[in-house]
């Protein structure tokens, strides 16, 4: 689906031309800073140089103190600890953090990570089993618990404490566990609202350190463990995040530990690795453990101390995401036959698909390509082990999926997530029962219409503005990602130099002037069908900003987003 252009409004353009003055940078970058809230020359500075003394203090975090006093006796008391984790790369990468920290304290430990198709999301009953079968006093739940009252329960019941270290919204009353680490609690003034998981593990340690006066190297050595679970579960890069992502990148392109020298040598990364290589590089990789073999595996990985062994894993690792890769294309293909086979599915505001034997492993893979291909929410539901139906579920600006499954609930077996992203089951008996419950409540959460696609642009500007002062001030802007989005710029009556032509038939490689401009490379992918368009005169791009490297040479390149005709 096209989406439409949007340029950003400048409200206070005398107070944006004296921020660039001062900053000596263009006028445009000055804007994407006060559209980023940063009016003063000195919150700038601060922004494009992050400080790990910028993190907030972890006892800010309501339950950190008990949580940290209760660990630290453990250490003492030789308790044995089980870190439950989720089965993503924020669950497995949590519990490979703890783990590596707290078998720094010489403690003993073990860690449980649910199997995905038989025991779902979420601290389980099997898993809190295991933990009592092994003599464990202390549960630390990684990137799930907050929900889970029957399962602490239990786990209390068997003579276990639990600390639960998550990042999801809270429903109703809290587990009642010894200590519950999220900064989303109501109750809870830690200053900032959007950590991962891995993060909200990471305070932990942090606040162990602070207790044991350890040194500051004890943590920051976590830091690249951190980046992935930012990058891979989609938070803000924002406030505390992009502290942590900034100077996790660093780690990784600096001394990247073996697990994760391991997979980028799979996925063929080399430093400097930025976000978006987490993102679709070495995340997925992470993810197949958990999508289609042991989630344990990614843990194992990620604790590695043999180069060897880590590069096997890495390799196993590489082929499963290949396998999913190839049920992701399949299940999507299949996907997009049923959607267009409902005679009205153009009218519908959301879209619910359900076919028996799809691989749970891909359907949040799936339900975001729908989700994105048709602009409107997709939920995704297959069989599971145990004959009922779960799946995952992707939302579009304007509709609160967490919300619509909220009012669904009583047709659910669980559900967890948030705004954009949920998973959930039920009773297959609940079906048609859940698919008219949900629409039901996008007429009521869209009455208005679903919000058109749009293309949020950072602004227009001029090619011959593209040089490297441009670009080295344009890095400071990094890490990109949500909320701080790598930029899209706007320009205009471009005109190609007569060297277009088509790459594999798919792909348009043009090189660009504007207004007698030098000439810049430029590559649109999948846009082979405007090589004509191209070639007639003047048209307007919009477009991403990158630096190629050939040949030990750098220069600038265009990654064009979208083409239209100038008017």
């Not at 227009?460 to 989005?485: K, M, V, Y």
């Not at 710029?489 to 032509?501: E, I, W």
Request: net charge neutral; charged share 25%; hydrophobic share 40%.
């Amino acid at each position: 689906m096209r989406k439409q252009w949007q340029l950003p409004q400048i409200q206070e353009p005398a107070s944006v031309q004296e921020l660039a003055n001062e900053l000596s940078i263009h006028p445009l970058l000055a804007g994407m800073l006060f559209d980023r809230g940063i009016k003063t020359a000195a919150a700038a500075q601060q922004f494009f140089q992050p400080k790990l003394s910028d993190l907030h203090d972890p006892f800010q975090m309501k339950d950190l103190a008990k949580a940290v006093e209760r660990i630290l006796q453990a250490a003492e008391k030789g308790d044995k600890v089980l870190l439950y984790g989720d089965y993503d790369v924020d669950g497995t990468s949590s519990v490979a953090l703890m783990y590596a920290f707290l078998e720094s304290l010489s403690m003993d430990l073990d860690y449980y990570i649910p199997n995905r198709h038989s025991e779902g999301y979420g601290l389980s009953i099997k898993g809190v089993e295991y933990a009592q079968k092994e003599d464990c006093k202390l549960l630390i739940s990684l990137d799930c618990g907050i929900r889970a009252k029957d399962s602490v329960a239990a786990a209390n019941k068997a003579g276990m404490d639990v600390i639960i270290c998550d990042h999801h919204l809270p429903e109703g009353a809290l587990p009642n566990a010894l200590a519950v680490l999220n900064p989303r609690r109501q109750d809870c003034s830690y200053p900032y609202k959007e950590l991962s998981a891995c993060g909200v593990a990471f305070k932990l340690v942090q606040g162990i350190c602070h207790r044991l006066e350890l040194k500051r190297e004890m943590y920051e050595s976590l830091l690249d463990l951190v980046v992935m679970s930012i990058a891979s579960d989609v938070v803000p890069l924002t406030g505390e995040n992009r502290i942590l992502a900034y100077f996790g990148l660093q780690q990784i392109n600096r001394e990247p530990r073996l697990g994760v020298k391991a997979l980028m040598r799979c996925s063929r990364k080399t430093p400097p690795l930025n976000i978006s290589d987490l993102v679709f590089g070495l995340g997925p990789r992470i993810n197949a453990a958990g999508r289609m073999a042991d989630a344990s595996l990614a843990v194992r990985l990620l604790l590695s101390q043999d180069e060897g062994a880590a590069f096997q894993l890495a390799e196993y690792l590489n082929r499963r995401n290949d396998y999913r890769k190839e049920l992701d294309q399949k299940t999507t293909e299949e996907a997009r036959n049923l959607v267009e086979q409902i005679p009205d599915w153009k009218a519908q505001k959301v879209l619910l698909l359900y076919q028996p034997h799809w691989h749970k492993g891909v359907l949040g893979i799936v339900a975001s390509r729908l989700a994105e291909l048709y602009h409107r929410p997709v939920i995704v539901l297959a069989d599971d082990e145990d004959g009922n139906l779960s799946g995952s579920g992707r939302s579009v600006p304007g509709f609160d999926l967490h919300d619509s499954l909220q009012v669904c609930e009583k047709y659910l077996l669980r559900f967890g997530g948030h705004r954009q992203a949920a998973g959930m089951s039920l009773l297959a008996k609940n079906l048609e029962s859940f698919r008219k419950a949900f629409y039901q409540t996008a007429q009521a959460q869209l009455k208005d219409g679903i919000q058109p696609a749009v293309q949020a642009l950072a602004g227009e500007i001029d090619l011959r503005d593209l040089n490297s002062t441009f670009w080295n001030s344009l890095q400071g802007f990094a890490p990109f990602g949500p909320a701080n989005h790598r930029p899209i710029f706007l320009s205009r009556q471009v005109v190609d130099t007569g060297y277009a032509k088509l790459l594999k038939e798919r792909h348009l490689r043009m090189s660009l002037r504007q207004n007698g401009s030098r000439s810049i490379a430029a590559i649109a992918f999948d846009m082979g069908d405007k090589l004509g368009e191209v070639t007639k005169g003047a048209f307007d791009i919009c477009y991403v900003l990158e630096q190629n490297h050939w040949k030990g040479k750098k220069s600038l390149q265009l990654m064009v987003k979208d083409i239209l005709p100038s008017t």
